[in-house]
């Protein structure tokens, strides 16, 4: 406790703030005897308020709280507000890691690209854990992939052929190991190509791993200038925290790139297969499966060419009971059973029998329906052989515009015992086409009301609309009517394959007299 007159001179000094200020003694000026901030406070205009004071002594802080007595002398009440102090200090500090924390984790996770991920990590952490910092992300052979960023510019990436052992701990924390502590790190140890360009002589170094799922994601590096702060224990702590966020991410976009990888693969192979002119006979094909944001479903169409010159294509179109992924895999293995049965293409009811016999065999509770078409071009016209395996008939597209439907009808694959079907044969004149669909289109709901069938009727008018157009324009229609129809509603996997005679021109005589040739 103090106590001043109203001209700042002290009147009394009690033992404790004898101790706080040393050279205050009763008499002297408050100026002389204690600091600056406490004499300011005490000096204010005549009828001013004396507001508190707040301020350091040696390394506290105290603060101070006026009394204002009748006879205008001042009590200043002491306080020692350095616990208080180191604790608001200790608070904001956490606070701001809090939030830097929630903000790498939010750019973390917003990509799941590995590249930008290691960007990131390296930019936050020159921003607000070092200098500088890498990201080192674990060998490809020989060179080490690693992302470099100085505070104050952007990151940089490079691959770089080196031994991480010779930088110590760094071996260590490539392959996950707890880091070592800074202090056992010599800066005049570190390597050439630790150090950015233009940064200098290195002060201190921090190593931490990149923790990853299951698998180390890499290690980052933190660096500090000669003439900063070295790293206190509290701060490489820090930085193994921000590390784990990092390498989280870091490991779920390498996952998510093999998974991708590994997917496109797959697609590939179960996606239907571009159509094109084979052996004189147009095909066109054309797959919208039931979700927008999937690539594949239970619908699938082939076309196989013929292994023997002159002998017929054969043609498949299915739809397995199903949607998305699980049927997609489903498709998959009927594709390739029949692929294997290619040698007997020729014969229908036995590829139909040997696939429901093999379907029945792998317990699966899926079935499908099919039909299958045998192509071959003679003269200007193509022959067809058609059989339908519980699947909506095939339609005929006539020159003039009439729409037949070809009459082949048979049980599903993979259900009963025992697969019948009716094959027919049908030829198509140039010009005239052969329609293969799944229900995904006839049965697709929309229109005006929203749950109304687009319906057998609706697809043969549509059809009609489209005599003479090439197989590829027919396709084009019946997709775009189809998907119009739907709108945004949900619909089925929707299939479509036209098999088409190209149109021919005659070529007259040379010598006037021989019979010209049609060309398709």
Not at 146 to 167: F, H, K, L, M
Not at 316 to 330: I, Q, R, S, T, W
Request: glycine share 10%; with cysteine.
């Amino acid at each position: 406790m103090l106590v001043t007159d109203a001209e700042a001179v002290l009147l009394f000094v009690n033992e404790a703030a004898g101790l706080i200020f040393p050279r205050a003694r009763p008499g002297s000026a408050m100026v002389d005897a204690v600091p600056a901030w406490l004499s300011s406070a005490h000096a204010r205009p005549p009828g001013a308020a004396i507001p508190a004071a707040q301020g350091p002594v040696d390394d506290r802080t105290y603060e101070a709280h006026p009394t204002v007595r009748e006879d205008d002398t001042v009590v200043w009440w002491l306080v020692d507000d350095t616990d208080h102090r180191l604790a608001r200090e200790a608070l904001q500090v956490e606070r701001e890691r809090t939030a830097f924390l929630t903000e790498a984790s939010n750019l973390l996770l917003s990509s799941l690209n590995l590249e930008r991920c290691m960007d990131v990590t390296a930019r936050m952490a020159a921003e607000h854990l070092a200098d500088a910092a890498l990201v080192i992300a674990p060998t490809r052979g020989r060179e080490l992939p690693v992302v470099t960023c100085v505070r104050g510019r952007p990151p940089s990436s490079a691959r770089i052929t080196a031994n991480p052992d010779q930088v110590p701990g760094l071996g260590e924390a490539l392959q996950g190991f707890p880091p070592v502590p800074s202090r056992w790190i010599d800066p005049a140890t570190a390597p050439a190509w630790l150090i950015p360009d233009g940064f200098g002589a290195v002060g201190s170094i921090v190593i931490t791993p990149l923790p990853g799922h299951g698998v180390p994601a890499g290690a980052l590096v933190l660096l500090r200038g000669v003439g900063t702060t070295g790293f206190s224990a509290e701060e490489e702590v820090f930085a193994r925290l921000f590390a784990a966020r990092a390498g989280a991410a870091m490991s779920a976009a390498r996952l998510y790139a093999e998974q991708t990888s590994i997917t496109n693969v797959l697609m590939r192979e179960l996606l239907p297969p571009s159509l094109h002119q084979i052996s004189g006979v147009e095909y066109a094909g054309g797959y919208r499966p039931s979700m927008d944001h999937e690539r594949i479903g239970g619908d699938f169409y082939d076309v196989h060419p013929a292994t023997v010159e002159g002998d017929a294509s054969l043609v498949v179109l299915g739809d397995v009971c199903g949607k998305g992924l699980e049927a997609a895999v489903m498709t998959g293995k009927i594709r390739n059973t029949l692929h294997a049965l290619l040698p007997i293409a020729q014969d229908h009811q036995r590829i139909l029998s040997l696939l429901n016999t093999s379907l029945l065999n792998s317990h699966n509770t899926r079935f499908a329906t099919l039909v299958l078409a045998s192509a071959m071009r003679d003269g200007n016209t193509v022959r067809l052989r058609l059989t339908s395996a519980g699947h909506p008939a095939p339609l005929i597209l006539r020159s003039d515009g009439r729409v037949e439907e070809a009459a082949t009808k048979g049980t599903l694959v993979g259900v009963l015992p025992r697969v019948t079907a009716e094959t027919v044969q049908v030829t198509l004149a140039p010009g005239e086409t052969c329609v293969l669909y799944t229900d995904g289109i006839s049965e697709a709901r929309g229109g005006p009301m929203g749950g109304t069938q687009f319906g057998e009727e609706r697809l043969f008018r549509a059809l009609e609309e489209c005599a003479g157009m090439p197989g590829e324009a027919v396709v084009e229609r019946v997709q775009m009517l189809a998907s119009q129809w739907v709108g945004a509603g949900r619909h089925d996997d929707m299939a479509v394959v036209v098999i088409s005679a190209p149109r021919t021109n005659h070529l007259s005589a040379v010598d006037g007299r021989t019979r010209g040739r049609f060309t398709a």
